[in-house]
């Protein structure tokens, strides 16, 4: 309002030469309207700063901030008002010789016109910008107390055409009236028709052109702060556009904000199950693989498999919620028999620890270590659960990868579910020559189904009391490369790898064709 003060003046000046007149309005406008503004300012801030510092509830100083542009706008009208009756009223925007000249009724016209004219221009003004200075000083306040941004219906674009239209129109309103009505106030005043109309461009012009500056400023600022946020978020940096208001940019830019937030937060969670099981919050496969790649490794650190033997049938007796309690619970026991160790859940109930250079030191002491947490049972939502659990554990060689290491202490583990539970089983190098020979027969038994290499030996059951055969017994037999191969190693490969319904459909096929023969 200061710089539209000044200017009006000074294109007075520009186009008429009087300087004394020119000088006087500017002074007269800075320092009437201007004090006047900024006690206003004052006055109408008070309460809300008085609001917020005495701890008024948050509503009640957001409803303050929401009045703030009508009360801007009342004060700026009744001020103008008061202002441009006293600069009639006192002679001075009329030159002395043309006093008498002018008749009142002109005088009380164009007083009531340019009142208008002035209210409308400096009230749309205060209107327009206190709504920013609201806007701004919500959003600020909601963000300091941390509370969500309330549902408004602020529309920026409509306030910043509404001011332009009215400030635009204004030229056009003036120039009409000065070209008819108004002409004899403008001859008072030293102007011409000409005169007239330029100064009614120019100060139009230049009322407007300090809106768009300061409106142009208003929607710069957001928006090159929204700009760099995408840019840094674009480039994965840290991504935030502080809201500078609750109208449509504001809100854009807290949506921005929302999403930016929402992103991260999705993005901590996929890195979390990365690593880490949902359920027990143990480590994962990759998060145990990950730990042991960047743990030391020797002769005294192991990494062990616990896999609890038959826990279906705790999912099946007590329900799957008791199952999940009662896995985080083994979590519990084992992150508290090796603090700061990575234990992990590998999958469903099998576990697995990495244990460091300290206690324990030999396997012996490990398997005491492991069978010690599993001799009390598990009290979980008033049940007494006992488990039963496998141990296998593999010396952390720094020659082997993780991943190798691992599979090392699940085939140990296998070789005690198989044999005695509640025992722990060491690897070593006859383990991984099981498991090849056992790949090997499995492959073995599909080339055999396919080359014809099984046949079928019958063996007669006889009666004891007539001695005459009443039925026989189909055994399967398998020479692979002119060697026979006992059943006793192969039928037990089969059924682990389920080529035993192949091989059971194939005996059975077998038996029915040679029947045929027989009878």
């Keep these: 309002l200061t710089l539209v003060d000044l200017g009006i003046p000074g294109i007075f000046l520009l186009i008429s030469g009087q300087l004394a007149a020119a000088t006087q309005a500017a002074v ?6 201007g004090v006047l503004n900024v006690v206003g300012a004052r006055l109408i801030f008070r309460s809300i700063t008085r609001a917020a510092e005495t701890g008024a509830p948050a509503n009640r100083v957001v409803g303050l901030l929401r ?19 006293a600069a009639f009223g006192s002679g001075r925007l009329i030159t002395s010789d043309a006093t008498g000249a002018l008749s009142s009724s002109i005088l009380a016209a164009a007083s009531v016109w340019y009142t208008l004219v002035y209210v409308v221009l400096y009230a749309s003004y205060a209107l327009f910008f206190a709504h920013d200075v609201a806007g701004r000083t919500r959003a600020l306040f909601a963000q300091q107390l941390g509370l969500e941004a309330a549902p408004t219906q602020e529309r920026y674009a409509a306030r910043l055409f509404g001011v332009f239209g009215l400030v635009g129109g204004l030229p056009a309103a003036l120039i009409a009236a000065d070209l008819t009505v108004f002409a004899p106030f403008r001859a008072a005043q030293g102007l011409d028709t000409a005169e007239a109309v330029l100064l009614d461009i120019l100060a139009g012009g230049f009322a407007l052109g300090v809106a768009l500056v300061i409106a142009a400023r208003n929607l710069t600022k957001p928006v090159a702060r929204l700009d760099a946020a995408l840019e840094a978020a674009a480039g994965g940096g840290a991504a935030y556009a502080a809201v500078s208001s609750d109208d449509e940019i504001g809100r854009l830019t807290a949506r921005f904000n929302r999403m930016i937030a929402e992103r991260r937060a999705a ?5 979390y199950l990365a690593k880490y099981d949902p359920l027990t919050g143990a480590l994962n496969r990759a998060g145990l693989i990950a730990a042991l790649k960047a743990g030391a490794r020797g002769a005294d650190r192991f990494v062990a498999v616990v896999d609890i033997v038959d826990f279906q049938a705790v999912n099946d007796g007590l329900g799957l919620q008791v199952g999940n309690d009662v896995l985080r619970a083994v979590h519990r026991r084992l992150t508290t028999a090796f603090p ?4 992990a859940r590998l999958y469903g109930d099998i576990f697995a620890v990495a244990t460091s250079a300290g206690a324990p030191r030999t396997a012996d002491d490990l398997a005491q270590a492991l069978c010690a947490l599993f001799d009390a049972p598990f009290a979980v939502d008033g049940a007494r659960v006992r488990l039963y659990p496998a141990f296998g554990a593999a010396p952390l060689d720094a020659a082997v990868e993780p991943e190798t290491l691992l599979q090392r202490a699940v ?4 070789s005690v579910k ?8 060491l690897y070593d190098a006859r383990l991984q020559a099981g498991v090849a020979r056992r790949q090997a027969l499995a492959a073995g038994l599909q080339n055999a189904l396919r080359r014809d290499e099984l046949a079928v030996h019958y063996q007669p059951i006889v009666s004891l009391q007539s001695l ?5 017994e189909a055994l ?6 002119g060697a026979p191969r006992s059943p006793a190693e192969f039928i037990p490969v089969a059924e682990a790898s389920g080529l035993i319904l192949d091989l059971g459909d194939w005996l059975i096929r077998s038996v029915i064709r040679d029947l045929r023969v027989f009878t």
């Design 476 to 481: 399967m037999r398998w020479t692979q490369d």
């Design 418 to 425: 198989t044999g005695a539970p509640g025992r722990l089983a």
């Design 267 to 271: 993005q901590r969670e996929v890195e």
């Design 28 to 33: 007269a406008n800075v320092l009437i309207l």
């Design 411 to 414: 085939m140990a583990k296998k």
């Design 67 to 85: 009045q703030l542009p009508g009360r801007s706008a009342v004060w700026v009208a009744l001020m103008t008002i008061v202002y441009v009756a």
């Design 468 to 472: 005459r055969a009443v039925g026989f």
């Design 340 to 343: 700061d160790l990575p234990v």
